[in-house]
């Protein structure tokens, strides 16, 4: 096999872009095949990526690498540490309450509906909305079940605990420090495609970087908004809702779909169909709105240069191909391949 893979590299080492993509093809067989062993690893290289730019900052100071690697990660350490004393026991007891709550408000809805099709005849048959409502209610509580009761017990479950409290934040720390060293290494294991890797990235990180710089602060604007929004009502699980507004600005077009769900269901469960649910609603809408057609332009006007067709055709794409984090990664593996296509397109020129 070792042999196979020599003769092949050998052979197309005069043409960096089909080298590229080979190891490209190499890599993705790789992760796909590995993908649940290999998820603190990803976790850890997702996050070195994000924090070796503060990691630079610091040197600037000047602070030894080291030395600013390890005030990174403390930093980083008593953030998260902050956050699971204080908001992650609030949203773990709204959601469980949710969930409690979901047949009750599932079949305040129900009657709602009922309501609709009655003044509507013909506009939804009753056998239609059963089942729709079955499948969104079962669907509902299967997902909200995995997600609460889902426990680490055994031998794999502290296994896994220990990777994820331990060894991530060990890979992250010497990812950090020693980031010259391993890339280094990986560009004499590739040197055929060094060569055109080198401008493909410097492409790629503007864009990854200011895709998630800005993804990250359209998640903090949306959340704080729609909480204000929901505590001003007095809306039930107003802080879990809010961050669930705010993560699904990371699924492009299907997330705000399936987060406004909930949001109208606890709505109409607490005040009907009243003024002040239209209002709540309505307010709602129009934090969405502005989201969509003010602030997203204004971040990414200028980083994610991809048509709106094309992310939704690489939302189906890669969402059939790798599932929900396919749906989640869609716009930066779309933004890959853009980039991908230019360079063989300006090689081939």
Known sequence: ???????LRHSLDGSP??????????????????ADVLMPVFLALGAAYLLDRPVSWLQRLPMRRVDAVALTMLALIALMWWLIATLFPLVWQQAQAFWQALPELTAIGQQYLDQLGSAQPGWLSERQLALLLQRLEGQSLNFLN????????????????????????MMMFFLLKDKTALLTGLQRQ?????????????????????YIQGKLLELVLLACCCYLLFSLFALPYALLLALLVGLSVFIPYLGIAVVTVPVVLVTIG???????????LFCYLLLQVLDAYLLVPWL???????????????????????????????????SLLKVLLQTFASESG
């Open 1 to 7: 096999m070792r042999n196979i893979w020599s003769s």
């Open 17 to 34: 872009p089909f080298m590229l993509l080979l190891n490209l093809s190499v890599l993705l067989g790789i992760t796909l095949y590995f």
């Open 146 to 169: 995995t997600l609460l009761t889902s426990s680490l017990t055994g031998v794999a479950g502290v296994f896994y605990l220990l990777v994820y409290l331990v060894l991530l934040p």
């Open 190 to 210: 590739f040197p055929a495609s060094s060569a055109i890797l080198t401008p493909v990235w410097r492409q790629l990180d503007h864009q990854l970087l200011g």
């Open 270 to 280: 607490q005040w009907g169909l009243s003024s002040t649910s239209s209002w709540i």
């Open 300 to 334: 990414f006007g200028r980083v994610v240069d991809i048509n709106p067709f094309y992310i939704m055709l690489a939302v189906l794409v890669f969402g059939g191909l790798f599932g929900f984090w396919g749906v989640v990664l869609a716009i930066p593996l779309a």
